[in-house]
């Protein structure tokens, strides 16, 4: 599987985009296509992301239903950036949402290091659903091995790509499958391309559960890591080197 990421140099700044101030939008007198008339009351960021992804970073539906808020928009601080394959970074991009902060803090970090989650405005509110449907995921995984029901995580994870099309498009899942030519033996190989972030950590996390991954959870720092199938020692109960340590450093100081 290749994912490229495309992160923008010097990572994401945080800029705040109030919903409620588009509640009562008028049509634009002037204007022949129905153009909506902006709040006149915004901020220089609430501007520019107006600017920049129009109606996309505005709120839609009943405000009396639905809560509306200030939100938090991680925007680049630069327009350059730096392309790598996902999995050069990481083998678990997956485990790398599902321990992580739930926080913006939190978000933040991976936004930094692998860039957008999807196309449009990179509210932190999505990432945070994100991270939380990911560790909720895992965990249905952690507690299937025990259990041997699969059931609830199979909905889970299928539920993944019947997410609300209407709603936001760009977070149904999507990827592409190719074959290319394998340079060493000549041979056919299949290669799945997802076509976002977003896309590339659920596949991952799908083809794990099928088994090319073992799930443990390390006994020192309680993160999850996996083993791949066939490979490294079958009893291993820590995510790190580091972690080995610092238990290894605990034992010595009881004694």
């Known amino acids: 599987m290749k994912f490229e990421c495309r992160?923008?140099?010097?990572?994401?700044?945080?800029?705040?985009?109030?919903?409620?101030?588009?509640?009562?939008?008028?049509?634009?007198?002037?204007?022949?296509?129905?153009?909506?008339?902006?709040?006149?009351?915004?901020?220089?960021?609430?501007?520019?992301?107006?600017?920049?992804?129009?109606?996309?970073?505005?709120?839609?539906?009943?405000?009396?239903?639905?809560?509306?808020?200030?939100?938090?928009?991680?925007?680049?601080?630069?327009?350059?950036?730096?392309?790598?394959?996902?999995?050069?970074?990481?083998?678990?991009?997956?485990?790398?949402?599902?321990?992580?902060?739930?926080?913006?803090?939190?978000?933040?970090?991976?936004?930094?290091?692998?860039?957008?989650l999807h196309e449009g405005p990179q509210f932190y509110e999505r990432w945070y659903w994100v991270i939380m449907e990911m560790h909720s995921a895992v965990a249905a995984w952690d507690k299937a091995k025990a259990t041997g029901n699969f059931s609830r995580l199979i909905q889970k994870?299928?539920?993944?790509?019947?997410?609300?099309?209407e709603k936001h498009p760009e977070t149904v899942i999507d990827a592409s499958i190719v074959l290319r030519k394998d340079p060493l033996s000549g041979k056919a190989r299949l290669c799945i391309r997802p076509s976002t972030l977003l896309d590339a950590l659920w596949t991952q996390l799908a083809l794990a559960i099928d088994g090319s991954e073992s799930l443990r959870t390390c006994v020192e720092c309680k993160k999850w890591f996996t083993i791949k199938a066939d490979r490294g020692r079958s009893d291993k109960e820590y995510c790190s080197d580091a972690c080995r340590m610092r238990a290894y450093r605990k034992r010595k100081g009881k004694q």
Request: hydrophobic content about 35%; proline content about 8%.
């Open 157 to 165: 994870v299928g539920r993944q790509a019947r997410r609300s099309i």
């Open 7 to 116: 992160v923008p140099v010097g990572g994401y700044r945080i800029v705040t985009f109030d919903e409620r101030k588009f509640f009562d939008l008028q049509l634009d007198p002037a204007s022949d296509d129905d153009s909506i008339l902006p709040p006149a009351n915004l901020t220089e960021d609430e501007q520019s992301l107006l600017n920049k992804w129009g109606m996309r970073v505005v709120p839609w539906g009943d405000p009396e239903v639905f809560e509306h808020e200030l939100q938090e928009v991680f925007e680049p601080n630069s327009e350059r950036i730096r392309c790598f394959d996902l999995f050069d970074e990481t083998s678990t991009p997956y485990l790398d949402f599902a321990n992580a902060l739930k926080t913006v803090d939190g978000a933040k970090a991976l936004a930094d290091r692998f860039g957008p």
